[in-house]
């Protein structure tokens, strides 16, 4: 098949090498416009995407307004069978009804749980011990398309969002390409997503991003990891911001309790108070300054 790949991030990247390691064509690449970014704002920043497809020789388009009949043009001259989405933005529907066998997109959760910009993010924030990818056909709706395929990925109850990350991006290709392969023999069979089982997973901002210490420490625990890498958890403490980057669920008991949104030092290592009991910190920051463990920290609590 003819297939023109859409994408932005290393996380599409996977996806791109696997399709040309596969039987199918790539006659184009669509990805995000190169943009100012680096010290300064001055080094001129090219998507993940791009660098790989410069390095492979392939067509690149960047547009701007995805409306752009200019664009349309181009995008419609490469006669496309198909189009693939990893990570890339919303789609117009000029756009992804362009190739008569329409457009697929690689989703990081178990469709129809997770719709949205952040899946991964609140999968692990939500304490699911289960996540996956789905391949679907885009229509209308973020994320309500007809599923060609899906495959499980267990979470394990100390990862984070980027460990979940990183092996999404494999399973995502590999099921791409399991789903390609059965669009190309004409074997699939689509299965229409229940709504009623939808749940959503819309973009974090920094403000949705501050820990409150009112909640169980198993609930805070998944918290943090879920915004780890970024957008990162915050706290205040002694009207200073901290980003808490890593923490542990405490399996002793004997700890002496601790108010919700206190700090203490105990044996080396740093804890903080929640609802239910001390969570113990492992990676904690102070607002422009570097990272430290729980125990650098600790060092200097009085």
């Known amino acids: 098949m003819r297939i023109i790949f859409m994408g932005t991030p290393e996380f599409a990247v996977v996806s791109l090498k696997a399709i040309l390691n596969s039987s199918h064509r790539v006659v184009a690449v669509v990805t995000a416009p190169d943009a100012l970014g680096g010290r300064g704002r001055k080094e001129l920043i090219q998507s993940d995407v791009k660098k790989f497809a410069l390095t492979q020789e392939l067509p690149i388009l960047q547009p701007?307004?995805?409306?752009?009949?200019?664009?349309?043009?181009?995008?419609?001259?490469?006669?496309?069978?198909?189009?693939?989405?990893?990570?890339?933005?919303?789609?117009?529907?000029?756009?992804?009804?362009m190739p008569s066998m329409g457009t697929l997109n690689v989703h990081g959760s178990?469709?129809?749980?997770?719709?949205?910009?952040?899946?991964?993010?609140?999968?692990?924030?939500?304490?699911?011990?289960?996540?996956?990818?789905?391949?679907?056909?885009?229509?209308?709706?973020?994320?309500?398309?007809?599923?060609?395929?899906?495959a499980h990925l267990?979470?394990?109850?100390?990862?984070?969002?980027?460990?979940?990350?990183?092996?999404?991006?494999?399973?995502g290709a590999e099921t791409l390409i399991k789903a390609?392969?059965?669009?190309?023999?004409?074997?699939?069979?689509?299965?229409?997503?229940?709504?009623?089982l939808a749940s959503p997973a819309p973009k974090l901002f920094h403000i949705d991003c501050k820990i409150n210490f009112l909640e169980s420490s198993s609930k805070i625990h998944n918290f943090v990891r879920g915004l780890h890498p970024k957008p990162t958890a915050w706290m205040i403490w002694h009207d200073q911001k901290y980003f808490i980057h890593r923490t542990r669920?405490?399996?002793?008991?004997?700890?002496?309790?601790?108010?919700?949104?206190?700090?203490?030092s105990f044996g080396k290592k740093l804890y903080v108070g929640t609802i239910d009991g001390p969570l113990e910190i492992l990676e904690i920051q102070v607002e422009g300054k570097r990272k430290m463990t729980g125990e650098e920290f600790g060092r200097g609590l009085r």
């Open 110 to 150: 178990l469709l129809p749980k997770y719709r949205g910009a952040a899946p991964i993010h609140w999968a692990v924030i939500n304490g699911e011990k289960e996540t996956g990818v789905t391949i679907f056909k885009l229509k209308h709706e973020i994320d309500t398309g007809d599923v060609i395929l899906r």
């Open 154 to 171: 267990p979470i394990g109850e100390n990862e984070t969002t980027g460990d979940v990350y990183s092996r999404l991006m494999f399973l």
């Open 249 to 264: 669920k405490v399996e002793d008991i004997s700890i002496t309790p601790i108010s919700p949104n206190k700090l203490i």
């Open 180 to 196: 390609l392969d059965k669009m190309d023999a004409g074997n699939v069979i689509y299965e229409k997503q229940s709504d009623a």
């Open 64 to 97: 701007e307004k995805l409306r752009d009949k200019k664009f349309l043009e181009k995008l419609k001259s490469f006669h496309a069978d198909l189009q693939v989405v990893v990570a890339f933005r919303m789609l117009p529907e000029i756009v992804w009804n």
